[in-house]
């Protein structure tokens, strides 16, 4: 059954299809389940016995139309209609934390602050117009350097 042009809803044989809003109910989950993260909304098998639809899918400032083949990513937004009482498993389900978007990883961090530093060791030569290195105690072009010491010592000497 599709509501709306919604994935379709999945009602289990044995339970009646609600058929007015006291039933369901709105609700906005963050996908941060690894689990969820990466799958298709036509492909989301939810927990036994919950009935639910996906509305829409926020990611960054920009609202997606749910479509079965549209694939979550860390972070986006899942509204939902789902039935009051299976509200909490569904915020179970697609793990419903902001923590790991916003988690700083101290490794990464250290890893690009070494390659940083590793490539600004490296010395850039230009014809003509001599060597740049950054990592030089003075952080000056070589070249130039040296030819405005020997012109002050040509001129006082």
Request: proline share 6%; glycine share 10%.
């Amino acid at each position: 059954m599709t509501v709306l042009g919604l994935v379709p809803l999945r009602w289990l044989p044995d339970l009646p299809c609600p058929s007015h809003r006291e039933d369901l109910d709105y609700m906005r989950v963050f996908a941060s389940n690894p689990a969820v993260v990466g799958m298709s909304l036509g492909s989301l098998r939810y927990p036994d016995g919950v009935n639910c639809a996906v509305a829409h899918v926020r990611r960054g400032d920009t609202d997606l139309l749910s479509t079965p083949d549209l694939i979550l990513e860390a972070g986006d937004r899942v509204g939902l209609l789902v039935n009051r009482a299976h509200q909490a498993r569904v915020r179970a389900f697609f793990g419903d934390s902001i923590k790991s978007t916003a988690d700083l990883s101290f490794i990464c961090l250290g890893i690009g602050a070494a390659v940083g530093l590793l490539v600004g060791a490296i010395p850039l030569r230009f014809p003509g117009l001599g060597t740049f290195n950054w990592v030089s105690r003075r952080c000056c072009w070589s070249r130039c350097a040296s030819a405005r010491r020997a012109a002050t010592a040509h001129s006082s000497g």
